[in-house]
């Protein structure tokens, strides 16, 4: 149980009798109003301004187990205290100046990693990695305007070339560290979004068998007779820490049966919001015209930035099945497993994951706008030649859309929307 605010020292002594020494873990018992025993635990008090919301903050342990721990609660709500909103623990630590935005939102991805890999990111915005870049870009900005404004100041006859090339060099600088982090973020928000990866071909061809050895269980039904999946099949995996959503679909063709129909339909319908199409076919009968048909169909109704993947499929049919991992497109057998491993990396490259230890951030979809919002007024401020006033208005732009991530300039509705989705207690 976590308490804050200045009425901390207070609650504490009537609930639990004392004030527990500051940061010193002090075994202590939780009484009602009447003095009836509750619970014995551990409290910890941290004072003001040293505790994770910068208020005075009681922590206190008991035993658990849903009983005992709303008798302790309603023991402090009865003495004063009220139960705290979602996230408005790290909501306080923000406004009090322990947390910027950024690293208030790395506390929820954090708790909500679904991989070692995203936590680890997390953590490193949490530890202020992320805001450090941006700050330092902020602050190579802040001195650019600076410049820009003595150069306002004179005619442009007057403005000498050694200040001008100044402005553009230092200009180019922070585009270039701007370009990085925008790397940096893209391939970080795989981690925390993960890829969508529809598999799609005509039936029969050994999809929803793809599917089950992705999962390593039998998740989607797999009969030799066509037009066996009807409904979408969805599966989230992860590789190499990197979520995937893999959706398996009804296989592609015209069809009579009604239900079936609406099958494809739903096929195509997911085929139009995927990130990754994995577009298979079978390996001894090769491309054949209904392929062909379904190829000259995606052209206009994937994604323009989607990826796509061809498999060809049971290979352990085929006569050379050594061709395995042949770099164009690739051989597997979802029967005998191999291949599979080929088909993993490609899904990561397509998605634009690199191997490695390298930095990612853990960026959410608000960063990477802002970012990207920042690039095109530092881009649109590369081409004001001499027009001064242009040039830093710009530059105030790309200062203002990267102040928004660390939250020094962001405004209230989007505030309660990022606390909102915190669980209670954080
Ligand atoms: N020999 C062999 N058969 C496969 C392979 N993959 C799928 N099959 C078979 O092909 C048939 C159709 O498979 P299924 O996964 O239902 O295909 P879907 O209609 O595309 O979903 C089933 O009988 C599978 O057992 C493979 O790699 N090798
Ligand atoms: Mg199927």
């Keep these: 149980m976590r308490i804050s605010g200045p009425n901390v020292p207070e609650l504490a002594r009537t609930v639990l009798g004392k004030l527990p020494a500051a940061r010193l873990a002090t075994l202590s018992v939780a009484r009602d109003l009447r003095g009836v025993s509750l619970d014995q635990g551990i409290a910890l008090y941290y004072p003001a301004p040293h505790s994770y919301t910068g208020e005075d903050v009681l922590e206190f342990q008991g035993h658990g187990g849903i009983a005992v721990m709303q008798a302790v609660l309603a ?5 004063g205290a ?7 623990y790290t909501r306080r630590a923000f406004f009090n100046d322990r947390l910027d935005l950024a690293q208030a939102e790395a506390v929820a991805d954090l708790i909500d990693a679904s991989s070692k890999e995203a936590a680890r990111s997390a953590l490193r915005s949490l530890s202020g990695e992320f805001s450090r870049s941006i700050e330092a870009i902020v602050e190579a900005l802040v001195e650019l305007r600076a410049l820009t404004e003595a150069l306002l100041d004179f005619p442009e006859e007057e403005v000498d070339t050694l200040h001008r090339d100044d402005a553009y060099r230092r200009l180019e600088r922070v585009r270039a560290a701007l370009v990085d982090i925008l790397a940096k973020s893209r391939r970080g928000s795989l981690l925390r979004e993960g890829i969508h990866v529809v598999i799609a071909g005509r039936p029969n061809v050994g999809k929803s068998s793809l599917l089950n050895r992705l999962a390593g269980e039998e998740r989607a039904i797999v009969t030799p007779i066509p037009g066996t999946t009807r409904d979408l099949v969805r599966e989230d995996i992860a590789i190499e820490g990197v979520p995937l959503h893999v959706v398996d679909t009804a296989g592609l063709r015209e069809t009579a049966d009604e239900v079936e129909r609406i099958g494809v339909e739903r096929a ?7 990130d990754v199409v994995i577009a298979m076919f079978e390996a001894n009968t090769g491309v054949g015209p209904e392929d062909q048909a379904i190829l000259a169909r995606f052209e206009s109704e994937l994604p323009a930035g989607a990826a796509r993947i061809e498999v060809f499929n049971k290979i352990d049919l085929c006569a050379e099945p050594a061709l395995v991992g042949d770099s164009a497109t690739l051989r597997i057998s979802a029967k005998t497993g191999a291949g599979i491993d080929h088909l993993r990396q490609a899904l990561l490259a397509a998605a634009g994951w690199t191997r490695g230890g390298e930095t990612v951030f853990l960026a959410r979809e608000r960063h990477l706008r802002a970012l990207e919002r920042a690039a095109s ?3 649109a401020a590369a081409q004001e030649a001499a027009r001064w006033e242009l040039f830093a208005e710009e530059l105030r732009l790309a200062q203002q859309a990267l102040s928004e991530i660390t939250g020094a300039f962001t405004s209230d509705d989007l505030l309660g929307e990022i606390f909102r989705r915190f669980c209670i207690g954080k």
């Design 377 to 379: 007024h530092l881009e």
């Design 75 to 79: 023991a402090f709500v009865d003495a």
């Design 82 to 88: 009220r139960l705290a909103e979602p996230g408005e």
């Design 268 to 274: 195509w319908q997911e085929l139009g919001r995927a």
